[in-house]
């Protein structure tokens, strides 16, 4: 199985600052058709994990820029600019390129 | 506006089955891939089953091999999780997630069912 490292376990962070959230993949997570299936999701306190990122740096529908994700191969990270307080939560990296797919233990976002 | 609508869960006895419902709206159920994903009582996220759009592919994670099913109507589209010799690490909150149209799992999310497997 495909081993997600998600680090830190958590963060503190003050309104309007930028975190990095890094999650390492145990093998590549490059498919056999080319593509990277690297997500991360967010999960506010009491809902439903959302998606976020999906292929490492795309953007889902209606999600904003100000969320940015980079890296390829087994080595990722999820960029928050000018943190809102509707950011926080756990954030979660996922892998789909390989059965079973896997996720990180997640990090909590928190206000400093 | 996709909607996923999860029901069926509930407090069932060690050894007993159980099985969950998830009724799709908002896009053409027969055109995506659709999976299960569990949280433990707060645990992070796992992946437990997946069936391809028209159901002729299924996939497990290890633990659930041989206990769940997973399985769709299309004509109803709705998605099922069948879950046979439920056991007490099965208790979790369960969730209905679609693809994207390219594949990408997990893009949408249901509230989640909760099942508690307990005597």
């Known amino acids: 199985d495909v081993v997600m490292t998600q680090t830190p376990v958590s963060l503190s962070v003050s309104l309007g600052g930028q975190v990095s959230i890094s999650c390492r993949s145990s093998q590549s997570l490059v498919h056999n058709n080319g593509n990277t299936y690297l997500s991360w999701y967010l999960q506010k306190p009491g809902q439903s994990p959302q998606l976020l990122i999906y292929?490492?740096?795309n953007r889902f529908s209606g999600i904003s820029d100000r969320f940015s994700g980079s890296g390829s191969g087994t080595d990722f990270t999820l960029k928050i600019s000018r943190v809102e307080p509707d950011d926080l939560g756990v954030y979660y990296c996922g892998q789909g390129t390989q059965y079973p797919y896997t996720f990180g233990a997640g990090t909590k976002l928190e206000l400093k | 506006e996709v909607q996923l609508v999860e029901s069926g869960g509930g407090l069932v006895q060690p050894g007993r089955s159980m099985k969950l419902s998830c009724a799709a709206s908002g896009f053409t159920f027969s055109n995506y891939g659709m999976a299960w994903v569990r949280q433990a009582p707060t645990k992070g996220l796992e992946w437990v089953a997946t069936i391809s759009y028209d159901g002729s592919s299924t996939y497990y994670r290890d633990s659930v091999k041989g206990r769940f099913t997973i399985s769709r109507d299309n004509a109803k589209s709705t998605l099922y999780l069948q879950m046979n010799s439920l056991r007490s690490e099965d208790t979790a909150t369960y969730y209905c997630t679609r693809d994207t149209r390219l594949g990408v799992p997990f893009a949408y999310w249901g509230q989640g069912t909760l099942v508690t497997v307990s005597s």
């Open positions: 292929k490492v740096s």
